[in-house]
């Protein structure tokens, strides 16, 4: 009589074990966000691990953010529920922050979706040449916010994909006051001598406004040696 | 019968006279301590203003070995599960600070103090009043220089239960108005702190003006610099960003404070020892009363701390585990100077490329600034009297070049033929490393000899170590003082300097001419591992270009220096020293300071609960 109590107890509480969690714990969120920051309908590259957006979950009794980080070509994801998001364009961005003028976001299944920027500057146009251990770019130079001033423009060499004001391996640096703005330059830089023997290297420019720590980037490319 | 009387007799006696003893019962209860008890008795306030003067905050300093291997003066080598000191990115929180428990408990005693206190000396109750509005002045500062403008609250706030908390919610304050608190404060509370002034551990009248000394000076560089970057870090309502106009007015009311310590008697620098590195050393070390103004003290028994268990030179330690934890920088030694005033850079190779040797290690070392002995201890350097064994391996010179050759084994034995075929040993990587990629031995080719104490058993846990941490001394306020005066344009600023590189060992008026760089300079060497350099290059707004992130940042990425013997049997240069560079591998990722850093989040649950508190700038 003992044991058969016994065995129904034990019977009872691994039913409980097994069944219960159904009820305390929330499935994973399934939905996807994708999306890209744009400028005039081109991406704008950014430094990898860089500036951020964040998505905000109004609704709840107290505000959460959670930081959303941009990849190195100007494209982001996150993992979310369905539901309603508003998205801040922060500061200390190579963009105007609008901080006030929230992006409302609907998550519903796979959601894609475009994030317009007003950058300080842009670069259009850009054209790499290699010639013998020179690379001439030519770019044009645009000035989107009016009250933008220009520190420098840089150009940087890797040999991995992800190259960016921090992480590279050679960068070359011409003033502001070198450059044209609204106009047609054309930079020139040496490869150095630890990259001149890969079959490849990476380019990119990037451009520094004073009103930001983080720089507008190119797209990288990939040019044969 | 007659037992009957006598029973009621005794019985009436014992309820009449009884009686009066009505105060026997009314016992005052052991286990409470009431407002009357507390606010009355200066012994038991003298334990509650210490357990504040304990909860003073630091950010890389009383003893911090952790925080004080995140910047470029040093890097971690200590246990690996902290290796991501080496390897992080100042986050948006850094240096987040927001002890507003502390800020109440202050309040809420100067609110007792006022109500409670009848029995005190009058002189007395103004002393505890003034410590406790000095501390709170203390927290204040730490505040904004963390987070810019904060919302100043002088009274307890009592939420009164209606629903509408909206007039408990204090909106930011503007960040000069924080400074301006902190001043007026220390104004009025340096005469009463004069009862103190034998002590060194509770303020005193010279303790708040050296307070304002540096919170002035911090005031004045961040109303200076912040107006001459490209892009000033300010918010419209001034929370963040402090007016160009007003840094005149800080620097003179810095410059003031100094000259008043300076003209102090009782204070001096200390110069006790004729050794100028030693000198520097014992400075910190001996408990100098004349050359620190404010210290938190401890006590083997009592209240010790662990910073020579955590940093103690490998082979001193008297533990078994830890030791060598915060190893210097290249760039830090490379920042004292040599005493013919040359830069500090190291002469590792000739002009055209060859390693130099020396005949000691200590060798390439000579003619430093004799801090640099009193603060790092490096190869063929001394500690507790016995020279260190740092020796990173041997150059072997083979097919015409030096081939390096380390050994896993610390203490390990090299072994070689020489020119008749005879085997021969010399030390190979030395009980004391270097030993690159290794935990709990130097990384980078340096020990920490500051603050780690050479008292016996210091660095044993059982024992631990009892130096004092000087949160303000002497050498500060020369530099404090230096600093206001050259941005004043004052012409005597070069002495203070001058009179400060004299007692580390340089000769009388080593500096003509004063430049920011030899200023800042000055700072890092003299101020090293006190908690001033992060905030040092925030105020100066330089941080983000120094912490650069970039690989090739002098001060972004922290090297180390190895020293090698040469075995080059039946060659003249066979059992000299050469030195390499290294970066080492412990060491991942370089310091990267953004514009975000220079004033940290404030926390998303702060900022739920009062909607009045603006965000700071790019957060």
Redesign the interface.
């Known amino acids: 009589m003992k044991i058969k109590k016994f065995i129904f107890i034990t019977f009872i509480a691994m039913t409980c074990t097994f069944t219960g969690c159904e009820y305390d714990n929330f499935t994973e969120p399934t939905s996807t966000l994708h999306g890209r920051i744009v400028y005039g309908g081109e991406p704008v590259g950014v430094r990898t691990?860089g500036p951020q957006l964040e998505l905000w979950d109004e609704g709840q009794e107290?505000?959460?953010?959670f930081p959303i980080h941009i990849a190195h070509d100007g494209t982001f994801s996150a993992v979310v529920y369905d539901g309603e998001y508003k998205l801040v364009r922060?500061?200390?961005s190579p963009w105007l922050p609008a901080l006030t003028d929230t992006v409302v976001v609907q998550v519903n299944g796979h959601t894609e979706i475009d994030i317009p920027v007003q950058p300080y500057f842009t670069v259009s146009n850009n054209n790499i040449q290699q010639n013998e251990g020179i690379v001439t770019v030519t770019f044009t130079l645009n000035k989107i916010v009016e009250t933008a001033?220009l520190?420098n423009v840089n150009l940087y060499f890797g040999k991995n994909i992800l190259i960016d004001?921090?992480?590279h391996d050679h960068k070359s640096s011409f003033a502001g006051a070198d450059v044209t703005i609204d106009g047609t330059n054309t930079v020139t830089a040496h490869i150095p001598e630890h990259l001149s023997g890969l079959g490849y290297i990476f380019v990119r420019i990037g451009v520094k406004a004073?009103?930001?720590?983080e720089l507008y980037y190119t797209q990288v490319q990939k040019i044969d040696l | 019968m007659k037992y009957i009387y006598i029973t009621i007799a005794l019985i009436t006696l014992l309820f009449t006279v009884s009686c009066k003893h009505d105060e026997w019962l009314h016992r005052d209860p052991k286990d409470i301590i009431t407002d009357e008890q507390l606010w009355n008795d200066p012994v038991l306030l003298t334990s509650l203003l210490a357990n504040y003067y304990d909860r003073l905050p630091q950010m890389h300093g009383v003893f911090n070995t952790g925080g004080m291997a995140e910047i470029d003066d040093a890097m971690w080598s200590g246990h690996r599960d902290q290796n991501w000191r080496n390897d992080f990115q100042y986050g948006d929180d850094y240096g987040r600070y927001w002890d507003y428990d502390l800020i109440r408990d202050i309040n809420l005693s100067l609110e007792n103090i006022e109500e409670y206190s009848i029995n005190l000396e009058p002189e007395q109750k103004q002393l505890f009043i003034a410590e406790l509005r000095f501390i709170r002045a203390f927290v204040y500062f730490e505040l904004v220089k963390r987070m810019g403008g904060v919302p100043i609250v002088t009274e307890q706030l009592i939420y009164d239960f209606a629903g509408d908390p909206t007039y408990l919610q204090i909106p930011r304050a503007k960040e000069h108005e924080v400074y301006d608190f902190v001043y007026d404060e220390l104004e009025a509370v340096k005469d009463a702190l004069s009862l103190n002034k034998t002590s060194r551990t509770r303020a005193n009248t010279v303790t708040a003006l050296a307070l304002q000394s540096r919170a002035m000076l911090y005031a004045a560089s961040i109303a200076k610099y912040n107006a001459q970057m490209s892009a000033p870090i300010s918010t419209p309502g001034g929370e963040v960003g402090i007016p160009a106009s007003m840094a005149n007015d800080y620097y003179t009311k810095s410059l003031n404070a100094s000259k008043a310590i300076l003209s102090n008697p009782d204070y001096s620098l200390y110069d006790a020892n004729s050794d100028k590195g030693a000198n520097f050393y014992d400075m910190l070390n001996s408990k100098s009363s004349t050359e620190v103004i404010f210290a938190k003290d401890f006590k083997v028994g009592v209240k010790p701390h662990r910073f020579t268990y955590d940093n103690i030179v490998k082979s001193f330690t008297e533990d078994n585990e830890s030791s060598s934890t915060l190893t210097p920088s290249l760039s830090f030694v490379e920042s004292f100077e040599y005493l013919d005033g040359s830069t500090g850079a190291l002469r590792i190779k000739d002009g055209s490329g060859n390693y130099i040797r020396y005949e000691h290690p200590s060798d390439l070392f000579a003619e430093k600034d004799p801090r640099l002995s009193g603060t790092v201890v490096y190869p063929g350097a001394t500690f507790k009297g016995k020279e260190v064994s740092m020796q990173a391996g041997v150059a072997v010179w083979e097919n015409g070049g030096y081939q390096f050759r380390t050994s896993a084994v610390l203490g390990s034995q090299y072994e070689y033929k020489d020119e008749s075929g005879a085997t021969q040993r010399v030390l190979w990587t030395g009980f004391d490393g270097p030993l690159d990629n290794a935990q709990d031995v130097s990384n980078t080719g340096f020990y920490i000899r500051k603050f780690v104490s050479d008292a016996p058993g210091a660095s044993a846990r059982g024992t631990s170590a009892e130096n004092w941490w000087p949160w303000f001394r002497m050498g500060e306020i020369y530099l404090n003082a230096a600093e206001a005066a050259f941005e004043l344009g004052e012409a005597d600023a070069v002495n203070y300097i001058n009179t400060l590189r004299e007692r580390a060992g340089f000769a009388p008026n080593s500096i003509a001419t004063l430049t920011t760089d030899i200023i800042r300079n000055e700072r890092r060497v003299e101020l090293a591992f006190e908690d001033h350099r992060f905030f040092d290059l925030k105020r100066w707004r330089i941080a983000h270009l120094v912490w650069n992130g970039s690989e090739s940042g002098v001060n972004a990425v922290v090297r180390g220096l190895y020293s090698y013997q040469i075995v080059r049997p039946g060659h003249p240069d066979h059992g000299k020293y050469i030195f390499e560079t290294i970066r080492p591998t412990r060491f991942r990722r370089a310091r990267l300071f953004r514009m975000a850093n220079y004033y940290s989040s404030i926390d998303q649950n702060v900022l739920n609960n009062n909607p009045k508190l603006v965000r700071n700038p790019f957060h």
Do not use: P, Y
Request: aromatic letters at 0%.
């Open positions: 691990n107290l505000s959460a953010q922060k500061a200390n001033n520190d004001d921090i992480r004073s009103a930001s720590s």
